[in-house]
């Protein structure tokens, strides 16, 4: 199919003559428009139909995924309040740390199945499918059909993307938000209806509840995109801006402002603020501390985490190729370098064209997003994980598959031929690059992606001189050579499982966080034991290098602050390894609080193993209470309520270092009787100024001891005689 640079939308399909009879639904689904070649809807039902059960392929050995988020899941599909707070706990004692979004979906799911693995992550499957969808339908809506499955080929086999759109993180339904929000912006680019551009502000409102601040990451080059190149005057365009704006406000503020105005004294505490304020959570934890690093009450305690020498800030160095580097390349780059030339021929290719023209608009929308969101990945010195990067994922697709169908049809112009090889010519030698950083996994793959590679671009080069089907086989070649090495690590990924609250894509040793550009990997990917993605501030040994985390004990990775030891081996009778809990367990195992595993960091990044005598000690007499027991920090509290479906509180949230509840609160529902247990262990440790630190010296000082298993409980029911 020809591109018609100008046409500013598809034509509609003829309408049926009176009285012919209309075809049938499952007849039109697989034969698509009428105007197609009779391959493209079945070839997209095949893209779509192949994503999926690639996705679901595995699917269960995440169990739990983000034991976190998924204890809020069961909490929200068991109570109804806790569903629209986003509760950690159905006792609604504190939140998750974002907004609720992404949680519904899951939860709903578990309230029709049932918890289980599936039930909480074939959401996320869905969401991934669609994303594919959404980038297909916006790419062949302006381009050609050829050019929508290129995109949406390269999305699906995004190992980053196999792996966000498989667990339980906000990322999976913020990728999708933004995708439907850059092919909104299109739709009103085409004919300067006002009803795209405000779905499309719907849209990022919902994604700011999934993810808050990152959904407004693309609002600067999509505004402005639109304000200039919208076919409608400018008084017009202003006013449509507005709209959408309100929109946006409106479909994101709700939530919001319910929230602000409830009063805090019946509403659960916001996890993740100090101050029991989403508006604090938003522009501080998770907004401009995540820009400067100064994020109080995080993993590395606030004060400024920001870059220091040669842009180092403790979660990797930061700058201009921090999305190539060892930590992020094999995630997310493999056709970065590849996209950035597309983008940039795209434009030149129609920079003649009036200013209406939705073709360079397209290319301005997605390629905007995708320059604005790297930008401020490469450069933000606060928590950063290398998952995050599935937000490039659709903006990098949809610019392959547009660069790549508007070269192909201007191949007869040598520049457009020349830069086409060029495309592949830079896919093929950064998938060396990537492959060979894991010079032991499928040694031979970088040279099948380099020669295959090669040998495309030389025929791409006279792919305007030479006859259709030649050309045509040039670019099969060369498309091969560039999914080679992304779809490996994707059916690496897909052959884990994935669980804990940092996790990567590919194979062991695939991204190695903490390690710098080059630098020593190791350490654990998101517990399926392979090396990979390490906490801050730790060797390869997994030992501590000066940047680590604040408190005490002797965790798992290399221990905390003032300790510097390897892991230790777990407690007999808890976890080693991955362990049977579903979604649960590290290497090494232990019991949160003590040594082994990254539950023996407090539990910070996972929970602990459940044994099957601590599971029937919580369960005894559980409906009396409101929460059958509390423990410091999230993961931990999170394991014991996935264990036994019962509410656990989580005192001081993800970390511990939140102020909730205070010593004053915490002794007030002991007295009237609403926690059974307190759990020992968890939390960052060594906070001894904080609220953490002086309920568990106030419950160690009054109340009886309890063991069950390895683990050890005190009764809240049973003072001591002192």
Not at 221 to 245: F, H, I, K, S
Not at 284 to 301: A, K, M
Not at 574 to 588: E, I, K, L, R, S
Request: with cysteine; aromatic share 10%; charged share 10%.
């Amino acid at each position: 199919m020809t591109i018609q640079y100008d046409r500013t939308t598809h034509p509609a399909a003829p309408a049926p003559e009176s009285g012919e009879p209309r075809q049938p639904f499952v007849r039109r689904l697989w034969r698509g428009r009428p105007e197609d070649a009779r391959w493209v809807r079945p070839a997209l039902l095949g893209l779509l139909a192949v994503t999926f059960l690639l996705y679901l392929y595995n699917l269960g050995a995440s169990g739990y995924a983000n034991s976190f988020y998924s204890a809020a899941v069961q909490a929200g599909s068991t109570s109804w309040k806790a569903f629209f707070f986003g509760s950690l706990d159905a006792g609604n004692a504190i939140t998750v740390d974002k907004p609720p979004a992404a949680l519904w979906p899951m939860a709903l799911s578990v309230r029709i199945f049932g918890l289980n693995s599936w039930a909480i992550l074939v959401p996320e499957v869905v969401m991934g499918v669609l994303t594919v969808a959404v980038v297909y339908a916006a790419v062949r809506r302006r381009f050609s059909p050829a050019a929508g499955l290129i995109a949406g080929a390269v999305l699906a086999l995004t190992p980053v993307a196999a792996l966000m759109f498989r667990f339980n993180n906000p990322d999976a339904l913020l990728a999708l938000l933004m995708a439907v929000a850059c092919y909104l912006v299109v739709r009103a680019l085409e004919d300067g209806r006002t009803k795209w551009l405000v779905w499309a502000g719907v849209a990022i409102g919902f994604a700011f509840l999934a993810k808050t601040l990152q959904a407004f990451l693309i609002l600067p080059p999509l505004a402005l995109v639109y304000a200039v190149c919208a076919p409608v005057p400018v008084r017009r365009r202003l006013g449509q801006l507005a709209l959408a704006t309100v929109a946006l406000v409106v479909s994101g503020g709700w939530w919001v402002a319910i929230v602000e105005l409830w009063p805090a004294s019946s509403r659960p505490y916001i996890g993740g603020s100090q101050n029991n304020s989403f508006l604090e959570l938003t522009f501080g934890y998770n907004g401009l501390g995540r820009l400067n690093g100064d994020e109080t009450g995080s993993v590395g305690g606030g004060g400024g985490g920001g870059g220091g020498a040669n842009g180092t800030s403790m979660w990797g160095e930061t700058g201009w190729d921090r999305m190539f580097n060892s930590e992020i390349g094999g995630q997310i780059s493999w056709l970065l370098p590849a996209a950035l030339i597309l983008l940039g021929a795209g434009l030149v290719a129609t920079r003649r064209l009036k200013r209406t023209s939705v073709t360079r608009s397209s290319f301005l929308v997605w390629g905007g997003s995708l320059l604005m969101t790297m930008v401020v990945f490469s450069y933000m010195a606060g928590i950063f994980h290398q998952y995050y990067t599935v937000a490039l994922a659709p903006y990098i697709a949809a610019v392959v598959g547009m660069g790549a169908g508007l070269l192909w049809e201007k191949r007869a112009e040598t520049w457009a031929s020349i830069t086409l090889a060029a495309s592949v010519v830079a896919a093929a030698a950064w998938g060396y690059v990537l492959l060979n950083r894991t010079s032991d996994y499928l040694p031979w793959l970088k040279w099948l992606v380099l020669i295959g590679g090669l040998t495309a671009a030389l025929g791409l080069v006279f792919a305007g001189r030479v006859t259709r089907r030649l050309a045509l086989q040039a670019a099969a070649v060369g498309l091969v050579a560039a999914l080679a090495g992304p779809t490996a690590y994707t059916l690496s990924t897909l052959r884990e499982g994935h669980t804990g609250s940092i996790v990567t894509a590919g194979p062991a040793g695939a991204s190695m966080m903490g390690g710098g550009r080059g630098g020593p990997g190791g350490g654990m990917r998101g517990g399926n034991g392979a090396p990979g993605g390490m906490m801050p501030g730790q060797n390869q040994q997994g030992q501590q290098n000066g940047n680590g985390l604040p408190g005490g004990g002797n965790g798992g990775l290399g221990g905390m602050p003032g300790q510097g030891q390897p892991g230790q081996q777990g407690q007999p009778g808890q976890q080693n390894g991955t362990g049977n809990t579903p979604g649960q367990g590290f290497p090494g195992g232990g019991q949160p609080g003590e040594g082994g595993g990254m539950g023996g960091a407090g539990g910070l990044l996972n929970g602990a193993s459940v044994s099957s005598a601590a599971k029937k000690l919580l369960e005894t007499d559980a409906d009396d209470y409101t929460w059958v027991a509390a423990s410091i920090g999230s993961q931990n509290a999170a394991s014991y309520q996935l264990a036994t479906g019962e509410a656990v509180m989580a005192i001081g949230g993800f970390n511990g270092t939140d102020p909730s509840p205070t010593l004053a609160q915490f002794k007030k529902y002991v007295a009237d009787g609403r926690i059974h247990y307190f759990i020992s262990g968890g939390g960052m440790g060594g906070n001894s100024s904080g609220t953490s630190a002086q309920i568990t010296s106030w419950v160690q000082s009054n109340f009886k001891k309890v063991t069950a298993g390895s683990a050890t409980f005190y009764d809240l029911t049973q003072r001591t005689s002192n």
